[in-house]
């Protein structure tokens, strides 16, 4: 084959390689968010947010209070619905889905890790995990040997009988972490995980979710306030005023 019909060959077979496989192969974004908008009532709180987030790959969010952080959470896990443009949450576009689907996604793909927990003060550790393992359809066999594995994971197994109330701040956001990440989630979203935990005890929850996100190949979204927390992720975006500065 000479130079020219060599060429020729790569271009054909380029160019004859269906368009969506293309995009599948290159395109291995677990959300992405386009000219996003979001008010309420009459005041802006998105005004036009454009990002995209990679399978396994962990951003954290800074801003002021009130810059609209929380909102866009929101609305990547379809609590709240945008007013103009869309979210793709691994392909699926949140707005033309149905309420039964949102919460799918929501309960499937997505985990939420809070700066208060959010645990249900009436389960204890172990319950409090297995409970969302059965929110995302996970069966009852397989669903206790996954809450075991999360729970060892986070080293929280010797303390799975206990209510929260008995356990310390870290304790609650490793017991968090295990629920947040019990389905095998594609992208877990922390809203100031360690906002409420002393500098030490923080430290150590990020180094669990940074070690986490590695082994299951999760993407995080990681709104904080602290510099020092950014450390566990690929990239950092500044929100100011409900528009994202890179
Ligand atoms: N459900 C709501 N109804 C009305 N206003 C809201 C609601 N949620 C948030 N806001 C307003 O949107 C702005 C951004 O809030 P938020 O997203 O919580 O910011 P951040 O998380 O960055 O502190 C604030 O002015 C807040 O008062
Ligand atoms: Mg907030």
Known sequence: MDRGSELDFWAFGFFSYP??????????NVVS??????SFDDVSVLRGID???KSGERVALMGPSGSGKST???CICGIETVDEGEIRMDGEELGSLSVRNLERIRRVKI??????FHLLPTLNAFENVEFSAQLAGISKK???ERTNELLELVRMNHRANHLPDSLSGGERQR????RAL???PKLVLADEPTGSLDTETGSQVLDLLESLSDEFNVALLLVTHDKTSTRICNRVIMMNDGLLIF
Do not use: T
Not at 19 to 28: A, D, G, I, K
Not at 33 to 38: D, E, G, L, Q, S
């Open 51 to 53: 990002l995209q987030i």
């Open 175 to 178: 017991v968090a972490i295990a």
């Open 33 to 38: 968010i386009n000219a996003v908008k979001k």
């Open 182 to 184: 019990i389905h095998n």
């Open 19 to 28: 368009v969506f496989l293309l995009e599948m192969s290159f395109n291995n």
């Open 72 to 74: 866009l959470l929101n």
């Open 142 to 144: 397989d669903r206790k």
């Open 111 to 116: 985990g939420y890790i809070f700066q208060s």
